[in-house]
């Protein structure tokens, strides 16, 4: 018995110009910005990443669909390199090659083929692999290399903690915010991308530059990154408002980390987020909130991937809730 049924639907049927390859390519070219710059910046070490993940993670979807699925492969659509792409952009430049291929394993094998493949799986791909190293390998997970320009070498490299991580740690040790920020990169540098850091966290203006091109041709909506930056712009500017001293000011928690990464690359995934433009609002303001809180009053410095693998788990709630009515209906 063949299992493999047509679904019909009712109408309307709604075509358009664009296809599951040319989406996934929109969203790599989208990433080339921050790529050259994380190449100027961290060299070899930026390029070694990115190819290991992204062979690694077509590498490991080819397997299992060959030998597991016996199915036709999908490799060629996309979703594996660009998943490999957005992990690479998730962890140090330094990652040794062992951890670089597990996340990618954890990435493809346990968070997309295990449930059935794209278009199926609840979470972000790329950020269960990210949360997964960060848990098991925190110490080569928070070892992030400093920038040197054009070094392109494998020697090894001073590191240091991030900016988060500096006011982090600063503010543990009874440091007030106005002190920690002398000896914190500033914001120029932050939003050019002089700075440590993941691939995806150095340089703000090289991600809206890809940014802008997604929404050009329409690949995102500007509901999932404009409620997302807005609530962490508006609750951390509260808390700022609030006690100056203990929490940092709305424009830091917007250049640093990975906010701009998270709320233009990764929280706007068709798979993985809400499917109305109302949910959309609900599904950032959700991420936004997590990630103030998370940065503000929890363990680690970054909580941009905890936010959005959290609301991910919500969005079968969100889409019940924003069902939209029947075509036809009054």
Aim: net charge positive; hydrophobic share 50%.
């Amino acid at each position: 018995m063949n299992t493999k049924l047509l679904t019909v639907s009712p109408s309307p049927h709604v075509h358009g110009p664009n296809s599951t390859d040319r989406i996934m390519l929109d969203v790599i070219i989208a990433l080339i910005p921050a790529l050259i710059v994380s190449l100027i910046f961290f060299g070899l070490w930026a390029l070694k990443v990115t190819l290991i993940a992204v062979l690694s993670c077509v590498l490991f979807e080819y397997l299992i669909q060959k030998f597991l699925f016996k199915g036709v492969s999908t490799v060629r659509d996309g979703s594996a390199a660009l998943s490999g792409l957005l992990l690479a952009f998730n962890v140090p430049s330094s990652l040794p090659v062992w951890m670089i291929i597990i996340g990618s394993f954890v990435t493809i094998a346990v968070a997309k083929m295990s449930f059935g493949g794209l278009g199926k799986n609840p979470f972000n791909p790329a950020l269960v692999g990210r949360v997964f190293l960060l848990i098991c390998f925190p110490v080569q997970m928070t070892n992030w290399p400093l920038p040197r320009v054009f070094n392109f070498s494998f020697s090894d490299a001073a590191t240091g903690a991030t900016a988060l991580g500096k006011l982090k740690e600063g503010i543990l040790l009874g440091n007030t915010v106005p002190e920690l920020m002398k000896e914190i990169p500033s914001y120029l540098n932050l939003f050019l991308g002089n700075i440590n850091g993941s691939l995806g966290e150095i340089s703000a203006l090289a991600l809206l530059l890809g940014a802008a091109y997604l929404l050009l041709k329409k690949i995102i909506s500007f509901h999932i990154p404009l409620s997302y930056i807005l609530t962490v712009v508006i609750f951390s500017g509260i808390l700022w408002l609030s006690n100056g001293d203990r929490f940092a000011d709305p424009l830091f928690h917007l250049l640093s980390g990975g906010l701009i990464l998270g709320a233009f690359y990764m929280a706007t995934d068709m798979v993985t987020s809400p499917m109305t433009p109302k949910g959309m609002i609900i599904f950032g303001f959700g991420c936004g909130i997590l990630t103030v809180l998370i940065r503000s009053f929890g363990a680690y410095p970054e909580g941009v991937s905890f936010a959005i693998l959290i609301m991910n788990a919500t969005v079968p709630l969100i889409n019940n809730f924003c069902k939209p009515k029947r075509f036809g209906d009054k």
